[in-house]
């Protein structure tokens, strides 16, 4: 389980807890919830598929947190939150080593559930009138989906390195950049980063550029409504704990 740190205190914070905003906010911006108190309704991964999911899984203090302030409810990263209230059914479930977290791994026990048997990884945890459900990817369809990803990265890299190959690309790119924009060519150069943001450029003209070619395209179709299906949502007594993230 991934766990807050406040001080030399670890508390992890949980769907139906009471909050309050820290001082702790993006860059060397205040944090404009800061003081303010409420209630957690919703905690997880980011959209599918979005740079803040995919930062939220590298670093799970990035978890959004959806909170509900007197009947308003607004998004926030975790590490933006302490803890000022446990709720009665998370305590009871931490002292039985039953608090189901982001990334662990549940298997489906309910019978009348479709994907009864089947496992998946917890990417949400949110309350539906009182009850806690968690949003689950589907492992099966899971693994499909990570491949037809691969496929793409394959197809992606394979033109990247055709594009990189060709040495006078490059060099047409510093004419260019020191004929254009002299001061960026000085600071890129001082910095040795001519090569890099070269590398990005062709890197994101590549990915543009397989937008509009069919194979890739019918790969990432097939992939993102995959990603779309092997999302479910099931309620906290119909499934059991495998694995702890």
Known sequence: MALKTEGDKLEPIYVGDKVIGNSRWIGDDDNPYEGKTGTVVRIGYGPPLSMRCLQSMC?????????NYE???????????????????NSELLDKGELIYIGDIVEVIN??????????WVRAIYDSEGSLNYEVRDADILKLSTDLSLKMVDMI???????????????????????????????????????????????G????????????????QKRD?????NIFSIDHLSVRLMNTS
């Open 59 to 67: 670093d799970l203090n990035y978890l959004s947190v959806d909170v």
């Open 71 to 89: 009947g308003e409810t607004d998004v926030v990263f975790l590490y933006t939150l302490n803890l000022t209230e446990r709720n009665q059914r």
């Open 111 to 120: 019978p009348e559930h479709t994907l009864f048997g089947r496992s998946g």
């Open 157 to 203: 890299n394979t033109q990247f390195q055709k594009r990189m190959s060709d040495e006078t690309g490059f060099e047409g790119f510093k004419i260019n950049v020191k004929k254009e924009k002299p001061e960026l060519y000085e600071l890129l150069e001082k910095d040795n980063d001519l090569k890099g943001t070269y590398k990005k450029l062709i890197r």
């Open 205 to 220: 003209d590549v990915i543009k550029l397989l937008e509009t070619d069919e194979e890739y395209n019918k790969i990432k």
């Open 225 to 229: 409504k995959l990603d779309e299906e």
